[in-house]
């Protein structure tokens, strides 16, 4: 099959790149000439683990290539998907699809036969009939069929989640769309790796924003039993273990931490409640989730605070992790940039260290002194506070960082470090969730 993939971000670059690795041939069109500069000369525009290699292999076999130019791309594909961004609207929360309403009318000015077009990107319930009414508007002989595959990929895990997917998702209403579907991720049900649910449009459009709710309300269910667990005593992780071994609840999910980010709940969740709204069908557990979630940010802010005393004027704060999750170097709406804002407005000094997310973070960030590495950031600082759980920040040297911390202060936001072991290396340790040293004092 002829693939045009419309957006070469995290989602259109790793999707193209699996694609081409089926064996397709694939054209990623993105309208940032820098992007397809650094692709074309081998150099990934993001840090997804595995990525580069996978690009490489699949452009010198001659599937995979990178264009600015949109016509030539969509000329000749079978399937043209768009893959670009849908941020949340300012002032409403709604998203935002001027984006994909603008590669729709490009699409359909370029089509020279009846491809199916296909989101990609993740968008509210009827943008496929407003995708469709474009192409009909642009190109009313063209026979192009629109069909949702909302994708599901984690960033980190991009790769490995494309190729083993717990599930596709097809939303047509298209004989002829969803042959060309099943044709393009055969090789995912030759190896029975994935189950393709074919569901009608709207129905697939709704899919995606019910999940990321449905996992958003989880990860706030937790933190707020986190919340709990410290005022009576329990420890949340045990908590997390014995009701994740119900297998109605399952474990994943389950990890209390500083609240959720990323480029894709908190707009998905607010996008969805605007279709709920607009609905008149109110989603009052996503809206409480919502405002949980803002506030546990700010609040892990003051929870830092506390810990070194409860004043943080011309105190230092090293911060470790930045990004919104390991193995990325995405940073949009990463807690770490409401914990951050939260201290520097108290008066604290921030440095901050993070493996692959600083470039990005130094364009989000004022006044943060950037550490080369984990012991410069800690090198006199007041405290230590561990927001993203790098693997690299799993085995850091404790005794070390006791000895060149001005206080002995660690607050572990991921739960990675046991109290007993922080302790022995003579450091005061905050979890979340579970009794801190000050506290067992
Ligand atoms: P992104 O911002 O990384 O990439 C979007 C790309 O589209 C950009 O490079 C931009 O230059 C390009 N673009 C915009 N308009 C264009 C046009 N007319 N022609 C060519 N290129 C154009 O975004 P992303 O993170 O890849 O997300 C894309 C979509 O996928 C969003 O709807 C998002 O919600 C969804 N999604 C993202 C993830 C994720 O983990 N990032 C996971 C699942 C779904």
Same mark, same amino acid.
């Given at each position: 099959m002829r693939i045009a993939m419309i957006g070469t971000g995290y989602v259109g670059l790793v999707s193209g790149a699996c694609f081409s690795d089926f064996g397709h041939e694939v054209v990623c069109v993105d309208k940032d000439a820098r992007k397809i500069e650094l692709l074309e000369s081998g150099v990934m525009p993001i840090y997804e683990p595995g990525l580069a290699e996978l690009v490489a292999s699949n452009v010198r076999a001659g599937r995979l290539s990178f264009t600015t130019d949109l016509t030539a791309g969509v000329k000749d594909a079978d399937a043209v998907f768009i893959a670009v961004g849908t941020p949340s609207r300012r002032? @409403?929360?709604? #998203? @935002?699809l001027s984006y994909v309403f603008a590669a729709a009318e490009e699409i359909g000015r370029a089509l020279t036969k009846p491809s199916v077009i296909v989101? =990609?990107? !993740?968008?509210?319930?009827g943008t496929g009939d407003e995708v469709e009414r474009i192409l009909r508007d642009v #190109? *009313?002989?063209?026979g192009a069929k629109v069909v949702s595959n909302p994708e599901f990929l984690r960033e980190g895990a991009a790769i490995a989640d494309f190729k083993r997917p717990d599930r596709v998702v097809v939303g047509s209403e298209d004989e002829e769309a969803t042959r060309v579907m099943r044709e393009i991720y055969r090789p995912l049900s030759l190896n029975q790796s994935a189950p393709i649910l074919f569901t009608g449009r709207r129905t697939a459009e709704l899919i995606k924003y019910a999940a990321n709710a449905f996992l958003a309300v989880k990860i706030t269910f937790i933190n707020e039993i986190a919340d709990l667990c410290e005022q009576v005593g329990a420890d949340v992780q045990e908590v997390a273990r014995g009701i994740g071994s119900d297998n109605r609840i399952g *474990? =994943? $999910?389950l990890h209390a931490g500083p609240g959720y980010g990323g480029s894709c709940f908190p707009k998905d969740t607010l996008a969805l409640m605007k279709t709920a709204a607009d609905n008149e069908t109110p989603l009052r557990i996503v809206e409480a989730t919502v405002q949980v979630n803002e506030s546990r940010k700010r609040a892990m802010g003051r929870k830092v605070i506390k810990a070194m005393g409860g004043d943080a004027r011309d105190k230092t704060v090293a911060v470790l992790g930045? !990004? $919104?999750?390991?193995? !990325?170097d995405d940073m949009r709406d990463a807690p770490s940039l409401s914990i951050i804002a939260a201290l520097q407005d108290a008066g604290a000094k921030v440095r901050a260290y993070d493996p692959e997310g600083t470039e990005q973070a130094k364009t989000m960030l004022n006044g943060v002194e950037f550490c080369p590495n984990p012991y410069v950031a800690a090198e006199g600082a007041d405290a230590l506070v561990i927001v993203t759980e790098w @693997?690299? $920040?799993? #085995?850091? @040297?404790l005794g070390r960082v006791a000895k060149i911390l001005k206080q002995p202060v660690l607050i572990d936001l991921r739960n990675i470090y046991p109290r007993s072991e922080a302790e022995r290396a003579g450091l005061r340790l905050t979890s979340v969730g579970k009794r801190s040293s000050a506290a067992a004092r």
């Open positions: 002032g @409403d929360g709604h #998203a @935002d989101t =990609k990107s !993740t968008v509210p319930v #190109a *009313p002989d063209s *474990p =994943k $999910f930045l !990004t $919104f999750k390991p193995n !990325t @693997d690299e $920040f799993r #085995a850091l @040297d």
